[in-house]
Antibody, heavy 121, light 110 residues
Framework: QVQLVESGGTLVRPGESLRLSCAAS????????MSWIRQAPGKGLEWVSYISSNSGSSIYYADSVKGRFTISRDNAETSLYLQMNSLRAEDTAVYYCARVGWSSSFYFDFWGQGTLVTVSS | NFMLTQPHSVSESPGKTVTVSCTRR????????VQWYQQRPGSAPITLIYEDNRRPSGVPDRFSGSVDSSSNSASLTISGLKTEDEADYYCQSYDSSRVIFGGGTKLTVL
């Protein structure tokens, strides 16, 4: 069964940086696009970023994080990362790692359990 | 950019059928597939429907998806409602460079 395990979430102050990790297993990681999606407390889902398979040559970000967040992957380590800089209070959320399904559509077929990032002074 | 608009909440009784709508604001609903996710309290989302109306293995056939071009909307229909269906439901679509989620609909089964 596909497993995605996020880590790295914690309490940070505004303006600080944080790196999230997502350890993937039980599937051929390099074959799949991967994505980060977040959910602020009591709010809906917000897509953050995605990265293409293999070399990760295609990367896209939501406007709300563009220029501050960087997504990357290490296929040898079967891991996905999200480097978050210049964090703001509005970045407070549970961050989910998700696999993009192998389909004609663009959708998320498996999700991790999430890691909580709190940005507060 | 486009948006997906969902009703904030719906409610129905056990055993009944409920439909959750997802209206695309700007552009055609048919221009990209729509997906649906279920999120129970305290849990990660799971995929219910992809490519407008396809169910992943393991999802009961009580859940079905459809698209209506005349109303520019997608719908998730849940039949034979169970108390365990009480959850938040999100639609999702995409364009060439971004992914869009609807605001979510809270389903109460009472």
């Amino acid at each position: 069964q596909v497993q995605l395990v996020e880590s790295g979430g914690t309490l940070v102050r505004p303006g600080e940086s944080l790196r999230l990790s997502c350890a993937a297993s039980e599937f051929t990681f390099s074959d799949y696009y991967m994505s980060w999606i977040r959910q602020a407390p009591g709010k809906g889902l917000e897509w953050v970023s995605y990265i293409s398979s293999n070399s990760g040559s295609s990367i896209y970000y939501a406007d709300s994080v563009k220029g501050r967040f960087t997504i990357s992957r290490d296929n040898a380590e079967t891991s996905l990362y999200l480097q978050m800089n210049s964090l703001r209070a509005e970045d407070t959320a549970v961050y989910y790692c998700a696999r993009v399904g192998w389909s004609s559509s663009f959708y998320f077929d498996f999700w991790g359990q999430g890691t909580l990032v709190t940005v507060s002074s | 950019n486009f948006m997906l608009t969902q009703p904030h909440s719906v409610s129905e009784s056990p055993g009944k059928t409920v439909t959750v709508s997802c209206t695309r604001r700007s552009g055609s609903i048919a221009s990209s597939f729509v997906q649906w996710y279920q999120q129970r309290p305290g849990s990660a989302p799971i995929t219910l429907i992809y490519e407008d109306n396809r169910r992943p293995s393991g999802v009961p056939d009580r859940f079905s998806g459809s698209v209506d071009s005349s109303s520019n909307s997608a719908s998730l229909t849940i039949s034979g409602l169970k108390t365990e269906d009480e959850a938040d439901y999100y639609c999702q679509s995409y364009d060439s460079s971004r992914v869009i989620f609807g605001g979510g609909t809270k389903l109460t089964v009472l």
